[in-house]
């Protein structure tokens, strides 16, 4: 069992450290929220006083942050975290960046002997509470097949995209498909509603017809139709609708620098961006589905 350090306690976060805890790992833990912290060390992981000491005497770092600016903030510059890691450390870098971030991030890494996997997840809240999420690995394969067993504590379908940054490639390629699923899938919602359709039996035929998708699947836009959805919780937890569009943008600048056409990424980008404008950002990025009709909760 390993000695391992998570930063980064949010909706994802705190359920995969706690598939660690439950796998036998020893965890210290770090999150800015405090009362993530506490959940975490009522289960019996130790709470550290800030990033520098949850990874002092390690094995292995786990971190699962925002964006791209809170993961070059935590590990580069003279006083990031890189620096205080020995070397030898494997370093899981868990979050949805760019891949150029990642990039970097593991160039810094390499140069002081520590090993690092940029790993980011597919799978939502529901695949990392379950531990069956979906890695997206970059770097070396030897790293990889070190980083396996703890990786699979936390997921089911472990992938070698690529050397590094490659796995936030797979990521955002994904994600892009991901959000533009969503939008088709609230906008035929409210086109059925509309024109008098069950909401549930809608779902249910598209599901099983040539329309059926993930979204469909798993987590449709419509409050009510899936009880365990965020759209059946006020459109709470779950994915934010700013964190989309963070990877939608992200996926536009991976095009930018390879002359991509993607036009229903950057459609789906501006539908996202007026969403945040409408102050929606915090919610779960199925709230897209009321920007075709307000479903009466
Ligand atoms: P979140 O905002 O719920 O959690 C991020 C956590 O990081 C917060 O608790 C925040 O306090 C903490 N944090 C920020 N800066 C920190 C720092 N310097 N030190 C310590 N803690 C810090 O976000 P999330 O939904 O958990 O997503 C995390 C990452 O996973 C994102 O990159 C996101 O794109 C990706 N992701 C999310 C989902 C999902 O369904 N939520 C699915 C796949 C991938």
Redesign the pocket.
């Known amino acids: 069992m390993k000695k391992i350090a998570f ?7 705190l359920p995969m450290a706690r598939n660690l805890l439950k796998a036998g790992h020893e965890l210290k833990v ?4 405090q009362a ?1 912290v506490d959940e975490l060390v009522a289960e019996g992981a130790k709470a550290a006083n800030d ?1 520098h000491d949850a990874v002092a005497g390690v094995d292995l770092v786990v971190s ?4 791209s600016r ?1 993961v070059e ?2 590990y580069l510059g003279d006083d990031g975290l890189l620096a205080f890691i020995r070397a030898g450390t494997l370093v899981l870098e ?4 760019s891949p150029d971030a990642a990039r970097k991030v593991h160039a810094r890494a390499k140069a002081l002997g520590i090993d690092l996997l940029d790993a ?6 529901a695949g990392a509470a379950a531990g069956t999420l979906t890695f997206m690995v970059g770097g070396d394969g030897k790293t990889l097949e070190k980083a396996r067993p703890v990786l699979a504590a936390m997921g089911k379908n472990i992938f070698h995209a690529g050397p590094e940054g490659a796995g936030q490639v797979a990521k955002v390629c994904n994600n892009q498909v991901l959000a533009v699923q969503m939008i088709a899938t609230a906008e035929a919602m409210a086109l059925g509603v509309a024109n008098g359709l069950d909401p549930s039996a809608l779902a249910e035929i598209m599901r099983q017809s040539s329309g059926g998708n993930w979204v469909l699947e798993r987590y449709n836009p419509w409050p009510g139709v899936m009880a365990n959805a965020p759209a059946s919780n006020g459109y709470q937890g ?3 609708a700013e ?1 989309m569009a ?2 939608l943008g992200l996926a536009q600048e991976a095009a930018q620098l390879t002359q991509n056409s993607t036009p229903m990424g950057a459609l789906a980008l501006q539908l996202y961006k007026m969403l945040l404008k409408q102050g929606k950002g915090r919610q779960d990025f199925s709230v897209v589905q009321q920007l075709f009709i307000e479903p009466e909760a």
């Open positions: 930063i980064g306690l949010g909706n994802m976060g770090f999150d800015l929220v993530a990033a699962m942050l925002p964006a809170h903030g935590l868990c979050s949805t960046i980011p997840v597919s799978g939502g809240t779950g994915f934010m964190l963070k990877d």
